[in-house]
């Protein structure tokens, strides 16, 4: 089945600082998107992707859509410790008909002040 | 800004119960689906449901679980007899519709401990 390779699995950075994190699969998805989720809530939608090679931005976060449409990555400037939380990749499987996003495990971000 | 509303936040019951999970998805929106996390691990997809019936299902969305619009606004998850591996964070979610349907919005979820 599809499945989707995040990494890395978790960052512990410096506030100020940049952080990339990426997903990979072995399976050709339709759409990217990113989340973000923090303890005890549902997951925020952050950017879609929808082209492949697309580049998104949103304030400090922007996430490119790959050119095989196998992989995306997400990467946060100048990091606050509000960056704080769990980063999941989602993907839209391109077999025809599916709706369900599959999601990846998360890359789990701390920011030290 | 619009956002989906689940209720209860936190729900305990005892293996063999029956349990139902509500959600009100965003207004305007006719795709609704069921996701589940447990503890630690990633989001997983059950089931979505549009026109009045199930789109799509997973291998996890057996027998035991159940999908209900009963009105304009609701959108219901049915455990019918609750394991202790059901014990989860259970997620709606709603999209507008073809062509941004990938764009899911989540609500914050029902935590389901089956003790």
């Known amino acids: ?113 | 800004e619009p956002e989906v509303t689940q209720t209860p936040s936190h729900q305990v019951t005892q293996m063999g119960q029956e349990v139902i999970l509500r959600c009100v998805p965003i207004s305007n929106h006719l795709y609704f689906y069921w996701y589940r996390q447990i503890l630690g691990q990633k989001v997983e997809f059950l089931v979505s449901f549009y026109n009045n019936e199930i789109s799509e299902k997973s291998e996890i969305f057996d027998d035991q679980f159940s999908v209900e619009r009963p009105d304009g606004s609701n959108f219901t998850l049915k455990i019918r007899s609750t394991k202790l591996e059901d014990s989860a964070m259970y997620f709606c979610a709603s999209s507008e519709g073809y062509g941004t349907s990938y764009e899911q919005y989540f609500g914050p979820g029902t935590r389901l401990t089956v003790t």
């Open chain 1, 1 to 113: 089945g599809q499945q989707l390779n995040q990494s890395p699995q978790s960052m512990f950075i410096q506030e100020g600082e940049d952080v990339s994190m990426n997903c990979t699969s072995s399976s050709i998805f339709n759409t990217w998107l990113w989340y973000k989720q923090e303890p005890g809530e549902g997951p925020v939608l952050l950017i879609a992707l929808y082209k492949a090679g697309e580049l998104t931005s949103n304030g400090r976060l922007t996430a490119q859509f790959g050119i095989t449409r196998k992989d995306s990555f997400l990467n946060i400037s100048a990091s606050i410790p509000s960056d704080v939380g769990i980063y999941f990749c989602a993907g839209h499987p391109s077999q025809g008909g599916s709706e369900k996003l599959v999601f990846g495990k998360g890359t789990k971000l701390t920011v030290n002040p």
